[in-house]
């Protein structure tokens, strides 16, 4: 299995609510990120998960909060977004950390998040 | 601190005409060099790497890259373009002095548009 999912694919919500969005890989990948997009523009860095820590968080609103439950899994908890927030979030994994700077990132198919 | 640039926003080819990707970068030390192909409302796709040996590289669907040091570039190319490569084109630089070894650096993207 090679491939990272996504859900939902797409997200609508107010800027009251309160959604996760999901991300799973089975690729034994020990490495997951967060990638924010707008339109035409590239992914932007969010956070980075290491072997289930928190290893980077790049000046990222606490609005965001991720969460990475096991090696499998992870986790985008939004609240009380802005419609500047609206973007395609993007999951992305790769092998191991540290000295593995090598290793490609493989993608997920994003979700398209709108704030109302 | 890495960068990369990547000069044309917009490259247009006729099919069957070899086309070019343009990739300049600024790192540090060494860099570990990357591209990705994005679909419309689809994740980021893996199509090559450089990371030491042979300057040239192949990659998935016929596309390849040449690393060339002392002009810091990594160009994409492909002898012949089809109607089904146009996208856009991101290429990412990782510093092989990153400690943490995890953070691409995407270039702003090349949107790549191949006329019947």
């Known amino acids: 299995d090679t491939e990272v999912t996504q859900t939902p694919k797409h997200l609508v919500m107010g800027m009251t609510n309160k959604k996760s969005l999901k991300c799973e890989q089975h690729?034994?990948?020990?490495?997951m990120y967060w990638y924010k997009q707008k339109a035409k523009k590239p992914p932007e860095l969010m956070f980075v998960y290491s072997y289930e820590k928190l290893s980077i968080n790049e000046s990222v609103p606490s609005r965001f909060s991720p969460e990475c439950p096991n090696s499998s899994l992870l986790n985008l908890h939004l609240h009380a977004l802005q419609p500047e927030d609206s973007a395609l979030y993007l999951c992305?994994?790769?092998?191991?950390?540290?000295?593995?700077?090598?290793?490609?990132?493989?993608f997920g198919p994003g979700t398209r998040l709108t704030v109302l | 601190a890495q960068s990369v640039a990547q000069p044309e926003d917009q490259v247009n080819v006729a099919e069957g005409n070899p086309l070019t990707v343009k990739c300049t970068y600024s790192v540090s030390g060494n860099p570990y060099l990357f591209w990705y192909v994005q679909y419309p409302n689809r994740g980021l796709q893996f199509l090559l790497k450089?990371?030491?040996?042979?300057?040239l590289v192949k990659g998935s669907y016929g596309f390849e890259a040449e690393f060339n040091k002392s002009q810091t570039s990594f160009h994409l190319k492909k002898p012949s373009a089809l109607v089904s490569d146009s996208a856009l084109y991101f290429c990412?630089?990782?510093?092989?002095?990153?400690?943490?070894?995890?953070?691409?650096?995407f270039g702003p993207g090349t949107r790549l548009s191949v006329l019947p």
């Open positions: 450089y990371i030491t040996g042979d300057n």
């Open positions: 992305a994994s790769s092998q191991g950390s540290g000295d593995h700077s090598y290793n490609e990132q493989f």
């Open positions: 690729m034994g990948h020990r490495a």
């Open positions: 990412a630089v990782r510093d092989t002095r990153d400690n943490y070894g995890q953070n691409f650096v």
